[in-house]
């Protein structure tokens, strides 16, 4: 089945320890990005990935960082989580990038942190 | 900046009810892409209807059509004969050339037996 995993599903932490959230897709897709979604404000993109080794910033970057060693990976790392960064986090992938009509973003189930 | 505004935070109706949900969006471009996207309470992010900004007819999805105003850039949804599955918070979104989705803050719709 085509599908964006993401793990864990949720996630509590305590401020300073660094943590991972995996994303991984089976679908051989070129783009992929995180996304934070926080009550009254939508969902706002955190980075996002073109291709292989190559990550850009998003909106919100601050504090967070990916990697893309492979396509179908791209885990999101805080090095240092603060209670800010609680938020329910997505991952999302699509064929090329999502400008294209026929390349939508297919998103994974979120992942709900909690930094206290 | 390109945003993306939906005014209505919450809104509820009976069931086999029409309702519109209302979006605005800010670009100066002309050509971009628009698109209603689903999140049921299972969190899942479903993509319901999307519009080409250079087609002017209407997309349809079903029970699903949008209302797409190019120069009011209006882009409001309307769900005909609601179900209770339909109930879930509705994100509106829009991109243009850039490499990411522009979401709105999204509206809380409940559908009511």
């Known amino acids: 089945e085509a599908q964006v995993t993401q793990n864990p599903r949720y996630l509590i932490t305590v401020t300073g320890k660094k943590l991972t959230v995996t994303c991984s897709q089976n679908m051989n897709h070129e783009y992929m990005s995180w996304y934070r979604q926080d009550p009254g404000l939508g969902l706002r993109q955190i980075y996002y990935s073109m291709n292989v080794e190559v990550t850009d910033k998003g909106d919100v970057p601050e504090g967070y960082k990916v990697s893309r060693k492979e396509k179908r990976n791209f885990p999101l790392i805080l090095e240092s989580p603060s209670p800010n960064q609680t938020s329910l986090y997505f991952c999302a992938s699509s064929l090329v990038e999502p400008s294209s009509y026929n390349s939508p973003l297919h998103f994974g189930n979120g992942t709900r942190l909690t930094v206290t | ?113």
Do not use: H
């Open chain 2, 1 to 113: 900046a390109q945003t993306v505004t939906q005014s209505q935070p919450e809104m509820s109706v009976q069931e086999a009810e029409t309702v519109t949900l209302s979006c605005t969006y800010d670009t100066s471009e002309s050509n971009y892409y628009l698109f209603w996207y689903k999140q049921p309470p299972s969190r899942q992010m479903i993509l319901v209807i999307r519009q080409e900004a250079y087609k002017q007819q209407n997309a349809t999805e079903n029970r699903f059509s949008v209302n797409f105003q190019k120069a009011a850039k209006s882009f409001s949804l309307k769900i005909s004969d609601s179900q209770l599955g339909d109930t879930a918070m509705y994100f509106c979104a829009f991109i243009q050339g850039a490499q990411k989705l522009v979401f709105g803050q999204g509206t809380r719709l409940t559908i009511n037996p």
